[in-house]
């Protein structure tokens, strides 16, 4: 019942906390008010929980505060400690560090599969090959499911573990067609398309450009379908440059930003001026906005686009691909100069 306490007190957002709501955190518990003032006073004993002087205390026996200071450090003390002891028992590769900034009640959720962690690597190593995700989740923690659908790949990221365990990510194939006389190039140039229109207006203009890849993107798929692009098509000791085409929306700007952080991602500018030389559409104003994501977008275009692409942003207005026709992609695609 202690701990119970303890872990609601970590997660209270306020500093200070009143008898009644601490009655609150333990009433389904159904305590006399004899065993909750001896818990309640056994945390004031520790100093983790303070009374607030000016508010007095009431009538009952035991008498107990009408208000407390809650010392989070002491609790967060106990904690650390706990953090310290795992650190020596499980394998060292078990990055524990993060679990100090972070609240406790993260630790408690974790240290279950922190413990089949261990015992996987302690019994087998680390992994020498590639597996699929729920073949790995299984031999981890007995639940195919865990990696891909209960946040195993962040528990795995957050111990620094998951490029170590050689995990083949779960979603769609990457989708894409090939130029085979770019693919001896030292330099391979892909562009990547939001929509299937685009992708199909440009498909039989690729063995024309300097492109070796066309790709589909269908929409945000391909956040998570680009880390199969090196699997399926290895080519070995070359530079490679992506270059990006979405919509000109909140969306598609977000879609691009969450891209480049997994494969740096050019915008593939000449689409997008070329689309600004046209008159926008209205509507996507229930789009969110991504801030930070806007604010890279637009540092990548000269500061009248900058301002132009601002303000086509703030009136709820948009650019769908689609707005440049078939001709006009292709002819723009061929001819633009590229990297």
Request: charged residues 25%; aromatic residues 10%; glycine residues 4%.
């Amino acid at each position: 019942m202690k701990n119970i306490v303890i872990q609601a007190l970590l997660n209270y957002s306020k500093k200070s906390i009143e008898i009644e709501a601490l009655e609150k955190l333990v009433d389904e518990y159904k305590l006399s008010y004899q065993d909750f003032a001896i818990l309640i006073l056994s945390l004031e004993e520790e100093g983790i929980l303070e009374m607030v002087k000016s508010k007095g205390r009431n009538s009952r026996t035991p008498s107990l505060a009408h208000t407390y200071r809650i010392q989070k450090q002491l609790l967060r003390e106990d904690f650390h400690q706990e953090i310290k002891q795992y650190r020596i028992q499980l394998h060292p590769s078990i990055q524990l560090d993060p679990y100090f900034r972070l609240n406790p009640s993260q630790w408690k959720q974790d240290i279950p599969f922190l413990l089949k962690i261990h015992q996987y690597i302690a019994s087998f190593g680390l992994p020498t090959y590639e597996v699929p995700a729920p073949e790995r989740s299984v031999e981890l923690v007995g639940d195919e499911k865990w990696i891909s659908e209960k946040q195993g790949k962040e528990l795995l990221e957050r111990i620094g573990l998951w490029e170590e365990m050689k995990v083949i990510p779960v979603s769609d194939p990457l989708m894409f067609a090939v130029n085979p006389s770019r693919l001896t190039c030292s330099t391979q140039l892909h562009l990547v398309v939001e929509n299937k229109t685009t992708y199909q207006a440009l498909l039989d203009e690729l063995p024309n450009t300097i492109f070796s890849t066309l790709i589909y993107g269908s929409g945000k798929k391909i956040i998570k379908s680009i880390e199969h692009f090196e699997r399926q098509l290895p080519l070995q000791g070359v530079k490679q440059l992506f270059y990006y085409f979405g919509d000109l929306d909140r969306a598609g700007i977000t879609i691009w930003y969450q891209l480049d952080k997994k494969v740096s991602m050019k915008l593939a500018l000449p689409f997008y001026q070329a689309c600004l030389q046209k008159t926008p559409l209205v509507g996507k104003t229930n789009q969110r906005l991504d801030e930070e994501a806007n604010e890279a977008f637009l540092a990548c275009f000269n500061q009248k686009e900058q301002s132009q692409l601002q303000n086509i942003i703030d009136n709820g207005q948009y650019y769908p691909q689609e707005v440049l026709k078939t001709k006009e992609l292709q002819h723009i695609w061929r001819n633009a100069q590229w990297n």
